[in-house]
């Protein structure tokens, strides 16, 4: 697969959810799920469409293990985190059992921004 397409197409997927609950917030007058706003634009879109242009820019950052790891990482932790948060910020889950599954999936974005940071050092020096 290409990691950059990858990036790049769900981070615009990401966009046009996030301006879709902008639309809403702004509509509604309900700002509730604002911080997952925030983060489906910033985590989602800003931060995917980064890595997308820069593992399409920077010559060998795309290939590897690592950058397959770091694209698996990214979607899963993001994708859970952000549906956790939006069932919490609505209370629809008690926070002491969302909690610590938030976690672990904020550990998986991690997990592949270190993969990400130590191809980046490798393939830029
Ligand atoms: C048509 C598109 C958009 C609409 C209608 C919209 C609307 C809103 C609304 C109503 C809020 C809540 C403000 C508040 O509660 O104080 C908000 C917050 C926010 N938006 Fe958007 N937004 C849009 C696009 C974006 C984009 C593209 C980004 C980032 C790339 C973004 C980043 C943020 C951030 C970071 C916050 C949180 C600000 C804070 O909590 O201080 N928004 N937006
Ligand atoms: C796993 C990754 C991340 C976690 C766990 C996280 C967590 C948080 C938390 C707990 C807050 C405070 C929310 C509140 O007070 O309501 C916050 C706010 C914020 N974060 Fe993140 N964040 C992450 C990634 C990012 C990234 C990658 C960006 C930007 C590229 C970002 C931008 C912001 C901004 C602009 C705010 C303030 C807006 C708001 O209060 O809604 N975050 N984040």
Same mark, same amino acid.
């Given at each position: +697969?290409?990691?950059?397409?990858?990036?790049?197409?769900? !981070?615009?997927?990401?966009?046009?959810?996030?301006? !879709?609950?902008? +639309?809403?917030? !702004?509509?509604?007058?309900?700002? &509730?799920?604002?911080?997952?706003?925030?983060?489906?634009?910033? %985590?989602?879109?800003?931060?995917?469409?980064?890595?997308?242009?820069?593992?399409?820019?920077?010559?060998?950052?795309?290939?590897?293990?690592?950058?397959?790891?770091?694209?698996?990482?990214?979607?899963?932790?993001?994708?859970?985190?952000?549906?956790?948060?939006?069932?919490?910020?609505?209370?629809?889950?008690?926070?002491?059992?969302?909690?610590?599954?938030?976690?672990?999936?904020?550990?998986?974005?991690?997990?592949?921004?270190? %993969?990400? &940071?130590?191809?980046?050092?490798?393939?830029?020096?």
């Amino acid at each position: +697969m290409n990691i950059s397409r990858g990036f790049l197409v769900i !981070g615009s997927l990401y966009l046009l959810v996030g301006i !879709g609950l902008g +639309m809403h917030m !702004g509509a509604s007058g309900d700002h &509730t799920l604002a911080p997952v706003h925030a983060h489906i634009n910033l %985590l989602g879109f800003a931060v995917m469409s980064i890595f997308g242009l820069a593992y399409r820019l920077i010559p060998g950052l795309a290939e590897g293990w690592m950058p397959k790891a770091h694209f698996w990482l990214h979607q899963i932790g993001a994708l859970i985190l952000l549906i956790g948060l939006t069932l919490l910020m609505l209370g629809k889950v008690e926070e002491a059992s969302i909690g610590p599954i938030l976690g672990i999936f904020e550990l998986f974005i991690l997990a592949g921004t270190i %993969l990400w &940071t130590v191809n980046l050092w490798k393939r830029t020096a």
